[in-house]
């Protein structure tokens, strides 16, 4: 170890290289020439005072200076003592910053390691820069105040975990985003005080995970999530410096919470199946005005006047109105009609108040049809939100499925795309089509299926419809001289139950099938004799 109990110790030149732990109880460590080597040691401050004035501890060193360990601790001081850095000066720190008593006020400590407060350290105005390339950690447990500098995360890789709670408090603060997240929890939460202020925040960088704001200025929340989706929401003014709201943002369907996305209040058509933000009302008792974004992550927005603020109320959605709209199909905010009422507050998401603005990734429609060898098929999609590609998959009897085509999708869009597929070699018979949308992350959603008979003109004088069949009535026709007179139906679900079994005479009309019987989901079989020859179908119910 090297220790400086008394005087200057000066190198006008050459090189210092420090090994272990470098200590000094003076007030001045100045590197103006010559090269520092850390070799990973400790720069250990002891700025001893028990009398007199305010010590001042001044590093001043070239800014390619790379320290590694650094502790600031002023033990045995009647009088806090405080680390200067030259206002323009940058303090780079390799290896644990452990910031142990004292204060440091100026310039930067460029942090590339973990960042550690004990009891003592009271604060300063030095700003902190989270700057290493991997994963860094903030821990103010042991702390008796809290950071009172600004502080800036710019890393070229990895992000910021808090491991403590980080309360910025001090009036004129500034979170400072660039690149890298600063990952928070319910229990490590980040806490931003009155008059301190965010900037910079995007896809880039925004905190991951819950954050609670306190005070009486409107605020914007530069929260996000899964690291690549910045998703501000907003809250105007409250009205005391005490009231406190904590916001999170969740990139997930809310269904699967569960919040029903079924259920829907009066004026609203539907809700978004991509994100939903939790906003709570943490202290005090100030109703305020609240602002959703929206952007490429958002499953797509093209009409932005029947756009509105949803939230979960506990059995349904409840539409909180569209009090004004920025921006455009492609990013923006729509904030509420008025301020929430007391109890107003929890799950939000992007409601529409008709079928515009499907928020999900929407299937316009998918159609197929024979064009004799092949079936071809083709589906429109209004929006897509991380698309990766589709599956064109074949039954014959519902269970089995076996893939067709696979064609790639656009990832995202909020423009109609239209797709098309062939199937080379389809099945004799009735066959069904159905679409495997999946996404970026390998889940993966369904399409409705869709039916083809290639059974030729001797058996197709028959026809279902709609078949498949989504909540609504089924229609048989059949037209020819062979469907003259009386014919037997039947209708046999998949467990081979008779469902309906009755005689029918075509030459009246269409024949609704299972009226009134409400048949359950799944696939039937529909048989018809007629003059001794029988003639079967099968159908879906959905």
């Known amino acids: 170890a090297f220790s400086l109990v008394a005087g200057d110790f000066t190198a006008p030149s050459g090189d210092l290289n420090v090994g272990g732990t470098w200590t000094t109880s003076q007030t001045l460590f100045s590197h103006s020439g010559g090269t520092y080597a850390h070799n990973n040691g400790t720069l250990m401050v002891n700025p001893y005072c028990n009398v007199g004035p305010m010590l001042t501890w001044t590093l001043d060193v070239l800014p390619t200076t790379v ?3 650094v502790t ?9 003592p405080q680390c200067l850095i030259p206002a323009a000066d940058s303090v780079h720190v390799d290896g644990i910053l452990l910031l142990s008593d004292g204060r440091v006020n100026g310039g930067t400590l ?15 105005n030095a700003r902190l820069l989270f700057h290493g390339s991997g994963a860094q950690t903030f821990d103010l447990s042991g702390a008796s105040g809290n950071y009172n500098g600004d502080i800036g995360i710019d890393k070229p890789a990895g992000n910021v975990q808090l491991l403590s709670d980080l309360v910025m408090d001090a009036g004129g603060q500034d979170l400072q985003f660039a690149h890298g997240d600063l990952l928070t929890t319910a229990n490590e939460i980040l806490i931003m005080g009155d008059n301190v202020a965010c900037s910079g925040a995007s896809d880039s960088s925004f905190v991951d995970g819950p954050m609670r704001k306190v005070g009486n200025d409107a605020f914007t929340f530069p929260i996000g999530g899964e690291g690549i989706y910045y998703a501000p929401i907003r809250i105007s003014a409250p009205g005391n410096v005490n009231d406190a709201f904590t916001a999170e943002y969740f990139h997930d369907d809310p269904q699967d919470i569960p919040y029903d996305v079924s259920a829907v209040g009066a004026g609203l058509d539907h809700v978004s199946r991509c994100e939903y933000w939790d906003l709570e009302r943490t202290a005090g008792s100030s109703n305020v005005r609240v602002t959703l974004s929206w952007a490429a992550r958002s499953c797509g927005v093209n ?7 949803a939230r979960w109320n506990g059995s349904q959605w409840d539409s909180h109105g569209n009090g004004g709209t920025t921006g455009t199909m492609a990013a923006g905010t729509v904030i509420t009609h008025s301020a929430l009422t007391p109890t107003a507050y929890g799950p939000f998401t992007l409601g529409s108040t008709t079928s515009n603005n499907p928020l999900p990734v929407e299937l316009l429609s998918f159609d197929a049809w024979e064009n004799d060898p092949v079936v071809d098929l083709k589906w429109v999609t209004a929006t897509e939100h991380n698309n990766a590609y589709f599956v064109v998959q074949r039954t014959v009897d519902g269970l089995a499925f076996e893939d067709v085509d696979t064609v790639q999708g656009a990832g995202n869009s909020v423009a109609e795309i239209s797709y098309t597929a062939v199937d080379p070699s389809p099945h004799r018979g009735i066959s069904y089509y159905r679409l495997r949308q999946v996404d970026l992350d390998g889940t993966s959603k369904y399409s409705e299926l869709v039916a083809v008979d290639l059974t030729g003109v001797a058996d197709g004088s028959w026809v279902l419809y709609p078949n498949p069949s989504v909540d609504g009535p089924v229609w048989l026709t059949a037209t020819g001289d062979r469907w003259d007179g009386p014919g037997v139906l039947t209708v046999v679900d998949g ?7 009755r005689t029918v005479v075509f030459t009246d009309g269409p024949v609704e099938l299972m009226k009134g019987l409400h048949p359950e989901a799944g696939m039937y079989s529909v048989h018809v004799v007629m003059n001794g020859v029988e003639h079967n179908k099968r159908l879906i119910i959905q």
């Open 495 to 501: 467990a081979g139950r008779v469902v309906e079994k």
């Open 303 to 309: 009409l932005l006047s029947d756009l509105c603020v």
């Open 67 to 69: 320290l590694y360990d």
């Open 72 to 80: 600031i601790n002023a033990n045995q001081a009647w009088t806090m």
């Open 110 to 124: 460029d942090a590339h390691g973990a960042v550690q407060l004990l009891p003592g350290y009271d604060g300063g």
